[in-house]
C-alpha cells in the first residue's frame, strides 16, 4: 500500500492512501493535533462519502486499538508460528509483587525474563508501548510477550 503524504502548510500533514475496495482514505493531522479521516467510498470521488472528527486523544486511542494493542486477530500461518515460538500474556500485578512500585527499567523484566512488556491496562486506560520510566503498579495488567518460559518467570514476579 502507498500512502501519499502532503504537507499543509499553516495546518498540518495529509496522508492519502487506497483501500483494497478502491476507496479512498485521507487523514488530516493538524499542528493542534486534531485528526479530520475523509472517507471516499469511491477514490475518484470529489466528496467524501463519511467524515469524522477527532481530538488527539481520541486518535490516539483509536490508533492503538488498530495498532492491535488490545485485540490482535492472527492470520492461520502466524497463529502456528506464534504458538510454537512466541505468546502474548496478560499477567495482573499482585499488590504485594516485587514489581509493584518500580519502573520497568528498574524492574529489570527484560534482563531477568527475556519477556517484554508491549502494554499496560491500568483500570479502563490502556498504555501502548509503554515508556521503560513506567511505574508498574498493584493491579496493573502487563501485556507481555515472549517464549512460554519467559512469560512464566513474569507471571511469577507479578505474584512475588
Known amino acids: 500500500m502507498k500512502v501519499k503524504t502532503s504537507e499543509l502548510p499553516g495546518i498540518g500533514k495529509s496522508y492519502s492512501f487506497e483501500t483494497a475496495e478502491d476507496a479512498r482514505l485521507v487523514v488530516i493531522v493538524h499542528h493542534q493535533g486534531n485528526r479530520e479521516i475523509y472517507y471516499f467510498e469511491d477514490r475518484e470521488q470529489d466528496e467524501p462519502s463519511e467524515v469524522l472528527m477527532l481530538t488527539d486523544e481520541e486518535a490516539r486511542q483509536l490508533g492503538t486499538l488498530l495498532l492491535g494493542v488490545d485485540y490482535q ?9 506464534l504458538v510454537k515460538n512466541l505468546r502474548v500474556d496478560w499477567l495482573k500485578v499482585a499488590p504485594d509483587s516485587c514489581l509493584a512500585g518500580k519502573s520497568i527499567l528498574q524492574s529489570e523484566i527484560r534482563k531477568r525474563t527475556g519477556a517484554t512488556i508491549i502494554a499496560i491496562q491500568r483500570g479502563d486506560n490502556m498504555l501502548g508501548s509503554p515508556d521503560v520510566d513506567e511505574v508498574i503498579q498493584p493491579g496493573d495488567v502487563l501485556m507481555s510477550i515472549g517464549t512460554r518460559d519467559q512469560t512464566k518467570t513474569l507471571e511469577s514476579l507479578c505474584q512475588c
Not at 486477530?73 to 508460528?81: C, N, Q
Request: charged share 45%.
Open 73 to 81: 486477530p492472527i492470520t492461520d500461518e502466524r497463529m502456528e508460528l
